[in-house]
């Protein structure tokens, strides 16, 4: 409980740990930031994923370690994600050849 806080959400899910919109966000933006070819397209993909997470801070709905491991997982999942693509084309080139 956070004396003082006033909740903008009125959030009835218990399971706020961690934070779905930020693992999402994180996962969406380092993946688009990852094949944008404009170095601001880069930041502005990072920065709506900074942001869904800061704005899960200020409406009261989570707690700053939800947002911190939403953020990691959400990053790990988009790790996971181009090394499995990765992976994919290295061995449809394999078996092109």
Known sequence: ???????????????????GHTCAAFAAGATWARYAKKRWLKGLCIAQAVLMGFSRLYVGVHFPSDVLVGCAVGLSCAWLSLQGSQWVDRKREERSQ
Do not use: K, Q, Y
């Not at 003082?4 to 218990?14: S, W």
């Open 1 to 19: 409980v956070v004396e003082g806080l006033t909740r903008l959400v009125a959030e009835h899910d218990p399971n706020s740990f961690p934070s």
